[in-house]
């Protein structure tokens, strides 16, 4: 069965950036919608950014033309790529992919922007 595991979160300097990828267990990428999430403690989890499987992109107002998701095919995997990073940004980072009858989440990545 499918499943996503995130790695590239760590602690970075405001103005910094950091590249999270999405690998996935089997070939999925371009097949179905996938998207970066965040959510902070005692917060709604929200969208940061989405890919459906024409390669549209949508991104959540507060990253916008600061964050890019895209796909490496080569790799099975959905990047984001962070610029300008904000202590806001701060949160931890969690990916998923719709499948429609099912919905699979990864495990989550933490996001720390700090002096």
């Known amino acids: 069965q499918v499943q996503l595991v995130e790695s590239g979160g760590g602690l970075v300097q405001p103005g910094g950036s950091l590249r999270l990828s999405c690998a996935a267990s089997v070939s999925i990428i371009g097949i179905y919608t996938m998207g970066w999430y965040r959510q902070a403690p005692g917060k709604q989890r929200e969208m940061v950014a989405v890919?459906?499987?024409?390669?549209?992109?949508n991104y959540a107002d507060s990253v916008k033309g600061r964050f890019t998701i895209s796909r490496s095919n080569a790799k099975s995997a959905v990047d984001l790529q962070m610029n300008n990073l904000k202590p806001a940004d701060t949160d931890v980072y969690y990916c998923?992919?719709?499948?429609?009858?099912?919905?699979?989440w990864g495990q989550g990545t933490q996001v720390t922007v700090s002096s």
């Open positions: 890919i459906t499987s024409g390669g549209s992109t």
């Open positions: 998923n992919v719709d499948m429609s009858r099912k919905i699979v």
